[in-house]
């Protein structure tokens, strides 16, 4: 992701993730499998996450989907992925 403005817009935070695997079991990002220490990318490869308590809207939901929402424009917001259980 490359960020246009915004306070995480360059890479200063250090790379523990890297090339993160999850199959949607995991109770939590950390559960998943990745690997970690050295790193190879540019700073133009960063993503962020952020996890937090929200409201998620449930309707026009189809298994699968994956959406951005609460963006300013339709290119930017938090990602949603879609799983009925």
């Given amino acids: 992701a490359i960020a246009v403005s915004g306070y995480y817009s360059t890479s200063v935070w250090p790379h ?38 929200v409201d998620i809207q449930k309707d026009d939901c189809v298994d699968g989907d994956i959406r951005l929402a609460g963006g300013q424009t339709e290119y930017e917001g938090r990602v949603e992925i879609c799983i009925n259980k």
């Fill in 16 to 53: 523990h993730i890297i090339d993160l695997n999850c199959t949607g079991t995991e109770a939590g990002i950390l559960n998943c499998s990745y690997n970690g220490g050295h790193h190879t990318c540019l700073t133009n490869n960063d993503a962020l996450v952020v996890c937090q308590s």
